[in-house]
């Protein structure tokens, strides 16, 4: 993702990942910079699809099957080079993943826009992929406590700081569709395992041997094409002088941008504020509510549906046989694939809207119409819709992804731009928290309904209307964000002595386009945009592919 484009040299000759070091220079064309955010985040949005691991790693010594050992304690599991581990072992590094990205994206944020962005980049390929080398020496040498510290512990810092890094570089590039860019970046994210795990299959089957189910091997292979991506991305990163705007554009005056300050907030004042907290509950409510369905989205199709999904309405779950639960199964996987998609499209797509509509009217669209389709969940099961059911959740978790996707632009309509991409680190706690208590519900919830004895098609019904009451709960929070107080605001001469190394070579103008920003896609951008939607496109062929059996017969 790299340019012809220089940038200015300050005095002293800063570094090479330094921040002064990729201040834009005059010719260079922003439309570059999106296609740099993704080339990190589709790498990174792997985690996602870490999964794919889980059952050949549960045969990693016994190869055709599972070496098990009875009464293995989860300690025993970290540290056992004898028996086989256990989905439920392994799956932990998935809550590292997450915990680990919010946490670090919080601890680390200001270093973030101190440091720069390219060298926020590096540093995260660097965890990333040193990581998942480290996770492979792991299964290599069978080690479950190699995997969760490198791919689980170093890989979730790489997750954060990646995550982060673009944020406000995005923002500060495209003042004029601050939504369209953060969307198009975070949307990298969501689509990053629509195609590492398609492409990780492929490598598992290729490197496997009557020793080996391929896992290492594979780790290896990833971690050197993500540490190529992630670093092109990394340096192809370039940030605007202090001032600059669009060709021509001056920031609108309307209601959907009252919300909107030119003013800046601090790292140190933002979560002093009352704002701050309101978007976190908005955030971890939207993401809550999510993540409770992406969790439980196979299992609900399938014993909702059971026997219809094959042509057989009678048939209940608990009446099916092993081979036509295996055929349900493959059915409910494209349904999972499809969601994928709405979740990566929703990105975008509520993201850019959220520049004609507002941020906050973008948030009330996402509670009230989810409010009323999780309702509505359970009239569709009832009347056996299965085309009525897939739509709503199609919907849902189209706005589960335009949440993520929103929210950095939110905040830098509320504290300004300066220090978005730390504040943004901060609330991704929200997605922490939100990673617990999601899943903790709906699935405590559903097992006390089994333990009831109400029929598995009908176990989800309440469970859909807790979920609608957590959207309430946003739906008031973002109904009380306003626009801040001006005491919150840093003053012009704060805000210039952090600003004064970013300055044109001109320092007398303070406002403009000095050149820079204009191209569209020019043949640089054209071929960086290639790079990274060549991969994209590859990911939702194969995705459209395992989600036609969705709709077969």
């Not at 509509?357 to 009832?382: C, D, W």
């Amino acid at each position: 993702m790299s340019t012809t484009a220089d940038t200015f040299s300050g005095a002293g000759e800063p570094g090479l990942l330094d921040r002064e070091r990729i201040i834009a220079k005059p010719g260079f064309n922003r439309w570059l910079v999106p296609p740099a955010a993704l080339a990190i985040h589709l790498c990174i949005g792997m985690a996602y699809g870490f999964s794919v691991f889980w059952l050949p790693l549960t045969r990693a010594i016994g190869i055709d099957k599972s070496v098990s050992c009875n009464g293995m304690s989860l300690m025993g599991a970290l540290f056992t080079t004898s028996c086989d581990w256990r989905v439920a072992d392994l799956g932990w590094i998935y809550t590292l993943f997450f915990v680990l990205l919010g946490s670090s994206a919080a601890i680390w944020g200001g270093w973030l826009e101190k440091a720069g962005p390219r060298k926020a980049g590096v540093v995260s390929a660097l965890c990333w992929c040193g990581g998942i080398l480290l996770a492979a020496i792991g299964v290599a040498t069978h080690q479950l406590w190699l995997m969760w510290l490198g791919a689980g512990v170093i890989g979730g810092v790489g997750l954060g700081l990646g995550y982060i890094s673009p944020v406000s570089t995005l923002i500060k590039w495209f003042p004029d569709r601050r939504g369209m860019a953060t969307g198009m970046a975070i949307m990298g994210f969501g689509g990053g395992a629509m195609i590492g795990a398609p492409l990780a299959d492929r490598l598992m089957r290729t490197f496997a041997t009557p020793e080996s189910v391929g896992v290492w091997e594979t780790f290896v292979v990833m971690a050197a094409i993500y540490f190529v991506f992630m670093m092109a991305g990394a340096f192809g990163y370039r940030l605007p002088p202090a001032g600059w705007r669009p060709e021509g554009w001056t920031p609108p005056q309307n209601k959907t941008t009252s919300m909107i300050t030119q003013h800046h907030v601090h790292l140190r004042d933002a979560h002093k504020t009352p704002q701050f907290w309101m978007i976190w509950i908005v955030l971890c409510m939207n993401v809550s509510a999510g993540i409770g369905v992406i969790g439980m989205a196979s299992p609900m199709l399938q014993e909702i549906f059971s026997g219809k999904l094959i042509g057989l309405p009678e048939l209940t779950f608990t009446d099916l046989s092993t081979e036509q639960k295996a055929a349900i199964a493959a059915i409910a996987a494209g349904f999972t694939g499809l969601l994928s998609l709405f979740n990566i499209a929703g990105r975008f797509f509520w993201a850019s809207l959220s520049d004609k509509i507002g941020r906050k009217n973008t948030y009330f669209t996402f509670f009230i119409l989810g409010i009323v389709l999780y309702a509505l969940a359970p009239t569709a099961a009832q009347m056996g819709s299965q085309l009525l059911f897939v739509s709503i959740f199609c919907i849902i978790l189209s706005m589960y992804g335009g949440g993520f996707a929103t929210i950095p632009a939110y905040l830098a309509d509320i504290f300004g731009t300066q220090f978005v991409g730390a504040i943004h680190g901060r609330l991704l706690t929200a997605w922490a928290t939100a990673g617990i208590l999601g899943p903790v519900v709906v699935n405590y919830i559903r097992e006390a309904q089994i333990a009831a004895g109400i029929p598995r098609a009908q176990v989800y019904d309440f469970t859909m209307y807790i979920l609608c009451g957590m959207l309430v709960v946003g739906l008031i929070a973002n109904a009380l964000v306003r626009p801040l107080d001006k005491k919150w605001f840093m003053s012009n001469e704060e805000v210039a002595s952090l600003q004064a190394k970013a300055r044109s070579a001109d320092a007398s103008i303070t406002h403009g386009s000095f050149g820079i920003g204009k191209g569209g896609l020019d043949l640089p951008a054209a071929i960086a945009w290639a790079v990274v939607g060549v991969p994209i496109l590859w990911g939702v062929w194969i995705t459209l592919e395992k989600t036609a059996v969705l709709f077969k017969g």
